[in-house]
């Protein structure tokens, strides 16, 4: 008789996954702003969650992606997946964030240490570009699924980096003010700077003190 596992125990297998994927950045985050990113150690990480270092490694390839490790690209996708099909994918995008407000308001000090170690750890800001690239693949697909469009439209492209370049310097701009205020609220403020158009020939020099 084959061995099958049935969605019940599939889903409740990726949940328990999940979880523990989940803690070991949660305790590593933890460690990483107690003792520094460089000193901590992946057997430090593995001992904190009560895991065996060889167990870290079926979650986690290494420190870097403990730290660039985002749990809310599901979530973003099913919000998305909710909203009214005729919507405008500004406003979907919006409606979005705004329905993200409350998780991120719930992880608010996580947030805000990992943009903290994305800034200023050169091995994490040498991966940027590559998160970068990433989330545009990602939010493409969504939108192309969504609006029934190719997720290597060049239009659809330029428009989705827009708003993943938009959202990073957002929170590079939180993270400068130590996380003071809505996360929510900066990222909205860059795109009503979008929105309203931003062009270079609007950016001079201040004027002259008398």
Do not use: C
């Amino acid at each position: 008789m084959p061995n099958t596992i049935t969605p019940m125990a599939r889903g409740l297998r990726e949940r328990k996954k999940l979880k523990t994927r989940e803690s070991i950045q949660r305790e590593a985050m933890r460690l990483f702003q107690m003792q520094g990113y460089e000193e901590t150690t992946i057997e430090q990480i593995a001992a904190a969650v009560e895991i065996s270092p060889s167990t870290f490694f079926n979650y986690f390839p290494n420190k870097e992606d403990v730290v660039l490790y985002d749990a809310y690209d599901p979530v973003v996708a099913s919000l998305l997946s909710e909203r009214p099909a005729t919507e405008p994918l500004s406003i979907a995008m919006r409606r979005v964030l705004e329905a993200m407000g409350g998780v991120f308001d719930r992880d608010h000090e996580i947030i805000l240490a990992r943009g903290r170690l994305w800034f200023e750890v050169p091995a994490l800001r040498a991966r940027l570009w590559e998160e970068l690239e990433k989330a545009q693949a990602f939010i493409s697909g969504l939108i192309a699924e969504r609006y029934g469009r190719d997720a290597d439209d060049f239009e659809l492209r330029i428009t989705v980096m827009i708003v993943v370049m938009t959202s990073m310097e957002a929170m590079r701009e939180w993270v400068r003010h130590d996380g003071k205020g809505s996360f929510v609220a900066m990222v909205n403020r860059a795109l009503d700077l979008v929105d309203a158009g931003a062009r270079l020939d609007q950016i001079t020099s201040p004027p002259a003190r008398a």
